[in-house]
């Protein structure tokens, strides 16, 4: 009987049994290439020549340089994880649910914008030259059902068709940028910036909808053959070429014509073309436009319907929207949700509002795509990845930068209707109940969000260890703990810094620690000079030996210490070193424990740890005007796996039953896990608003 699946594996399988793997390494580039080469090349240049004149040639470059960063990322996350839904089943792996659905409504956004963005384009172009006066509308709802019928048959299916018109408009692109180049005139590249750098960046943020086709790749990943090789090779040939074709076609657009004729016309590739080869031109411009705008359109259409089948799938949105069409296997509800809206926001009818809102959601999703990337990292480490980012982590993090870096920079407009459609998608999330029940967890989220960020505002404590065998590692385990419920109680972030006189044990000490280790005798004077006394807070000597740690106790008070404390179990050394004003430490078996009270001084009086962290042992005082005060403990709302071990009361040991009334004062000793243990001392904290 073969080994079973682990889980992570069972439910890639799960979920790929409803896709046909029919998807090869061209037909994937073709997606992408369907994607990238619509609104980019044939309909933008004219807002980017108004806005930027010639300077466009470098952000189109910059911008696919940038660019360059999220593609790695997405090259490794595609090949490891290849199921549908792109950039939101990735986040959605390691995201707590509501940003996780958050992060697939903003992709459906801009895929949905993007797909009425090219069916504009379409409309407008056969408006302009084959049909003057015809309804936008119309065309669009035309094209929509021819297209939706297509993508209903198969994403193979709908390539066949997508292919042949990628072939003819690549070849027309080529064709027009290398006969152009030979006509570019360097006059209407004087000046390069003729508005300034200033629309620089609000241009780059505008044309990052036409860098996105890759992730459209990642979508269709459950049809993609040998996804673990063809994924990422399919993603950096598209935006190579990608990256490519803009630079040549945009310099020579710059350079044909001047920048402000090119500003005028809705169909800037076509008027280009036209300048250069008159009729023959301007008939391939058109079949060129018509091309790119369709092939884009199904690409998208796709896409879009595929990310609400993957939120319909994860529980998101109701299960409607995850069904498969019985016979061709495809999102097919879900693909008429999205035609019917593609058809309805197409009204819109302005190319750089559609592009806008269309990068708006892009640019903020893939931006968390990149954060998580580094999250599942950490989280699945034996993940196997086909593909890994030669630049990690700072790939995925410029990658985020410069995606959330260019939002603030669109229209004012673009963003309300992305906050609108957002608004819109919180609303349906929350008409699920099991996703009202995830919200539950966001508090507590929110506390360890807070909590990890006030630990980068306490101070740093340098911490001295003289003795790195069992008891000081011990120590340092313990004040390197970085657990939450540690957060709650410290006071500063300890730097640790060891002396140790055994060669091989500084060898392990700092494998294990990564800190800086002094290799000699703690003893003398002249080694702990190296350490820099006047830079350390504190000074813990924890040999083995009584009579090692007094001398050290004494030699680091005596050099300028301010807090030292000593392990001693001899009552003659501890007398001595608390003579001495340095705190002993003689209990054998709580020494990390009673360190770590020492040094943060909580409102805790004693912490100690049982089994390696499974339960925790609490002593707190009970404050003035405490809400506690008077209540007796079987009224009081103790969590159900905590329990009062002890009260102390004037000195007195008080036994806690049911009846006994808490009073100010009284020392309460709470046993249990550690977050239990933490509710329940907050419940004895809180203080009563009636109290004077």
């Not at 076609?249 to 076509?270: C, D, H, N």
């Not at 313990?478 to 709650?488: I, P, S, T, Y």
């Not at 925790?616 to 005082?621: K, N, P």
């Amino acid at each position: 009987m073969g080994d079973a699946l682990p889980p992570f594996t069972q439910s890639l399988v799960a979920e790929q049994s409803g896709f046909k793997r029919n998807v090869g390494l061209f037909m994937a580039v073709m997606i992408g290439i369907g994607a990238m080469m619509g609104p980019g090349v044939f309909a933008l240049p004219s807002e980017v020549a108004g806005s930027i004149g010639p300077l466009g040639i470098v952000a189109y470059l910059v911008m696919g340089l940038l660019t360059l960063f999220t593609a790695l990322t997405y090259s490794e996350l595609g090949a490891a994880i290849p199921i549908a839904g792109g950039g939101y089943s990735f986040a959605n792996r390691m995201l707590p649910s509501p940003v996780a659905f958050l992060t697939g409504w903003f992709f459906w956004i801009g895929n949905t914008l993007a797909c009425a963005l090219y069916a504009v384009i379409f409309a407008l172009t056969i408006q302009t030259y084959f049909w003057p006066g015809a309804s936008v509308f119309l065309i669009v709802l035309g094209t929509t059902v021819v297209f939706t019928a297509t993508n209903v048959r198969g994403q193979a299916e709908a390539l066949q068709v997508i292919t042949v018109m990628n072939v003819v408009e690549l070849f027309i692109l080529i064709g027009v940028g290398v006969l152009g180049a030979f006509q570019v005139e360097p006059a209407n590249l004087d000046p390069i910036a003729p508005m300034g750098l200033g629309p620089l960046i609000p241009t780059m943020g505008l044309i990052y909808i036409s860098y996105v086709g890759f992730d459209l790749i990642t979508v269709a990943a459950e049809e993609i053959i040998d996804p673990a090789r063809t994924i990422p090779r399919a993603i950096l040939i598209t935006l190579g070429v990608g990256i490519a074709i803009y630079v040549l076609v945009l310099w020579v657009m710059m350079g044909v014509v001047s920048y402000k004729e090119l500003a005028q016309t809705s169909t800037p590739f076509i008027f280009v073309a036209d300048h250069l080869f008159g009729g023959w031109g301007r008939w391939a411009g058109i079949v060129a436009t018509i091309m790119a705008s369709l092939s884009a359109f199904s690409v998208t259409l796709g896409a879009s319907s595929r990310v609400l089948f993957a939120l319909g799938r994860d529980g998101h949105f109701p299960e409607l929207f995850s069904r498969l069409h019985p016979t061709y296997q495809t999102p097919h509800i879900s693909l008429f949700i999205c035609a019917g809206l593609v058809v309805a926001l197409s009204g819109l009818g302005v190319v750089r509002f559609l592009a806008s809102v269309s990068s708006f959601g892009y640019l903020v999703a893939i931006g968390i795509v990149n954060v998580a990337a580094i999250g599942l990292r950490r989280r699945m480490p034996n993940l196997r990845r086909p593909f890994e980012v030669a630049l990690y982590p700072a790939a995925p993090i410029l990658g985020a930068i410069s995606c959330w870096f260019f939002v603030p920079t669109l229209e004012p407009r673009s963003l309300l209707l992305g906050g609108g459609l957002t608004l819109v998608g919180c609303v349906l999330y929350l008409l699920q109940p099991e996703n009202r029940e995830e919200l539950r967890t966001i508090p507590a989220l929110l506390r360890s969000v807070t909590l990890r960020i006030q630990a980068y505002w306490r101070p740093h404590m340098n911490v001295l260890i003289v003795g790195g065998g069992t008891q000081g590692a011990n120590i340092a385990d313990r004040l390197l703990k970085q657990d939450e419920f540690r957060m709650v109680f410290r006071s500063s972030e300890y730097q640790i810094t060891f002396v140790e006189q055994d060669e091989a044990r500084c060898e392990e000490l700092g494998n294990r620690y990564n800190v800086p280790i002094f290799h000699g005798d703690g003893t003398k004077q002249d080694l702990l000079e190296q350490v820099e006394p006047q830079k350390m807070d504190v000074a813990i000597a924890a040999t083995n030996s009584d009579e090692r740690n007094a001398i050290v106790a004494l030699q680091a008070k005596r050099m300028g210490i301010d807090r030292v404390i000593a392990i001693a179990q001899d009552p003659d050394y501890v007398s001595l070193l608390e003579d001495s004003g340095i705190a002993s430490i003689s209990a054998p078996y709580a020494t990390a424990a009673m360190v770590e009270n020492y040094l943060d001084r909580p409102q805790v009086a004693d912490l100690f740890e049982i089994e390696s962290g499974v339960a925790s042992l609490i002593d707190m005082e009970v404050p003035d005007g405490a809400r506690v005060v008077g209540q007796r403990i079987q009224d009081i709302d103790i969590p159900e796996n905590c329990v009062v071990a002890a009260v102390l009361r004037n000195g007195q040991f008080v036994v806690p039953r049911g009846e006994t009334e808490i009073c100010a004062g009284d020392e309460v000793v709470f046993v249990g896990p550690n977050e239990a243990v933490q509710t329940a001392h907050d419940i004895f904290s809180e203080r009563n608003p009636d109290a004077a």
